[in-house]
Structure formats: C-alpha cells, structure tokens
C-alpha cells in the first residue's frame, strides 16, 4: 500500500502539472510559429485537453470492466483468479494514460495537416497499414496478453486513424488550380456530352 500509494500521489503530481507544462512549452516554441499557427494552436489546446479525458472515460468506463471481468472470471470453475494491487494498479495506470494518449490520434493528424508537416496523401498512403499496426500497439499497451484486451485497444485505434484521416482530408490547404470535386464531376460529364453529340454530329 505504501508503494501504491507514493505511486498515485506522483500521478496526481504529473496530472495537475501538465498543463502548466503545456504552457511552458508553448511559450518556448510560440517564437518559431507565425501568427496563423499560434492563433491555431491555442485553439486546439482545449480540444487536446478534451480528447485525452475522452480517451480516459472510454478506458474506465468501457474498457478495464470488460477486460477485468474476461480476466477474472475465465476459467471459473476450475480456479479462482485472483489480482494483487500491484497489477492492479499497474493495468489501471498503463490503460487510463495510454487511451488518453491514443485518442489525441484524429487531433494530431489534424493539426499536422493544417500547419503542412504532413500531407494528407501520406496518411492516405498508410491507411493500408493501420489494421496491423493497431493490433501490435495494443499488444504492447495491453499488459496481459489475452485478445479481448487486445481487441478493445486495437478497434479504437483503427476507428480514430479513420477519423483523422477523415479531418485530415478536411483541413488539406486549397491548392491553385485544384476544382472542387463537384466542379470536376460536372467537367466530365459535359465532356462526355460534347464527345456523343460530336460523334453523332
């Protein structure tokens, strides 16, 4: 108990201090970025802050009673599975910070998309990817090994690229001479008007 609880107060340390750290490393990278960028990264610290406790209600709420009632009660009638603190507390930790961390996947493809680190034809192009890469993420951040657990870290993954690829494909900059897609469809179809009236013709 002791260690578990020296354990808990150092996370609760961490927690209340990370926005002051946020803050601070705001502030000394807010002289590399142009207006634009600051505007819009002061924007979406709210939403940042909102997707991480997202992602920590989804894992308390959703994830640790499933996977703890496929634990402990696997197997009944032949033993009795029993769980210490210590790996307790250790599951607790690892999927509440992990999820967090997880559901911030769709704000960061955003935000990389809409500052142009990143093209969204690239996260396009590792769309094909995901499925295995979220299955062995989920082996990593899930400390037992059995596929339930797995499979609940792993479809939030695939389901928040999907996401934000999705937001990423919205916040692609304008290029010149790129049409709307509307405006392309109605290209072709008065192309393939004028190719049949001047083959008739």
Not at 20 to 30: E, G, M, R
Not at 105 to 115: C, S
Not at 119 to 136: L, S
Request: hydrophobic share 60%; charged share 15%; net charge positive.
């Amino acid at each position: 108990m002791m260690g578990v609880t020296i354990q808990l107060a150092m996370m609760g340390g961490l927690v209340v201090a990370f926005p002051v750290a946020t803050v601070c490393v705001y502030q000394l990278v807010s002289p590399l970025l142009d207006r634009r960028r600051r505007r819009f990264v002061i924007l979406a610290m709210p939403a940042v802050f909102g997707c991480y406790l997202a992602g920590v209600a989804f894992a308390y709420f959703v994830m640790l009673p499933v996977g703890l009632k496929f634990l402990l009660y696997f197997g009944e009638g032949v033993a009795v599975p029993l769980i210490s603190i210590t790996e307790y507390m250790r599951l607790i930790t690892a999927m509440l910070f992990w999820l967090g961390v997880v559901f911030e996947l769709p704000l960061i493809m955003f935000a990389l998309t809409k500052l142009r680190f990143v093209k969204y034809e690239q996260f396009q192009r590792m769309h094909y990817y995901v499925p295995a890469a979220a299955f062995i993420l989920g082996a990593l951040i899930t400390p037992s090994f059995d596929i339930v657990n797995q499979t609940l870290v792993s479809v939030p993954i695939i389901l928040l690229y999907e996401a934000g690829l999705f937001l990423s494909r919205l916040a692609r900059p304008k290029e010149k001479g790129r049409k709307p897609i509307v405006q392309k469809v109605k290209s072709k179809v008065a192309l393939m008007w004028w190719q049949f009236i001047s083959f008739w013709l």
